[in-house]
């Protein structure tokens, strides 16, 4: 054998005892597909006003979801120094359509929120699905919303009908928080599902769906507060609830905790004047 041969052999042997440590290391711990990335990043930007319009532009994007009937409110730019954007499910009023809520659904965005907003139903599926397809388009490196979500704080809200389909969906061990404006479950039995910190916003000439809430509140066993708007119909309770909804949101969902005397507090923003409020189980 000639010495160029010999050399080569011993070469050849070098590198598969080489690359037996790496072999045993990767029958231990085979390689893995892709996970869902960690929920969470870097806090929203502060605002010292939550009646007004937050830090970022507002794109929406229509004919969206995971049956292409929804809206997404969202920044413009997502994911901007490294923000993972608390998600917000909106419900419609019964024969209301996301359209009917731009303004809110803007205000919302502005703050930060991804918002997705369809069509309501009693059931409230759509709502559960949205946060399945929300979920999914964090997770795939195809989606616009890839790992710029935080999937770990998400909230459900509605008007009216849509309060009711949030009733529906509170039990549901993704959802951070949720808020229900005019809309009061219909037989005192919604409260059964909540699980978590839970808003009731009603209007003080809501004749209708004001005393359902009266009646939900006095049935919730969990974290519940509620005001009564003066001089709110059950039209405009959402548009004039609508800071309330922006600072529950920043409170419950971006961590915000020292937004917690707006809300319990016997000092509070949202009491005395113009509100007529109650909290318990906190």
Known sequence: MSFIQMTRKALLLGIFLGLLPLQAAMAVNPPTDPEEPPPGGNPLPPVSRVDADGPYAVIIDTRTGPSRAGWVARPTTLGANGVAHPIFIWGPGAA????????????????????????????????????????????????????????????????????????????????????????????????????????????????????????DYRNARTPVWFTVIDDASHTSTARDGLAVI??????QLAGETERRTMFIDPSCDFCGSG????????
């Open 96 to 215: 209301s359509r996301p359209s009917d809520y731009e303004d809110h659904l803007r205000r919302i965005a502005s703050h930060g929120f991804v918002v997705y907003s369809e069509v309501s139903s009693n059931s409230g599926d759509e709502m559960g699905e949205a946060i399945d397809w929300l979920i999914e388009q964090n997770s795939s490196s195809r989606s616009p919303y890839y790992q710029k979500l935080d999937t770990s704080k998400i909230g459900a809200g509605g008007h009216s009908r849509g309060s009711v389909a949030t009733f529906a969906n509170a039990s549901d061990a993704r959802l951070t928080t949720t808020i229900h404006v005019a809309g009061g479950s219909f037989d005192g039995r919604g409260p059964d599902n909540l699980r978590r910190p839970a808003a009731f916003i009603c209007g003080e000439d809501d004749r209708t769906a004001t005393p359902n809430c009266e009646r």
């Open 246 to 251: 922006v600072g529950w949101l920043r409170w």
């Open 275 to 282: 509100y007529e409020t109650q909290y318990k189980n906190w």
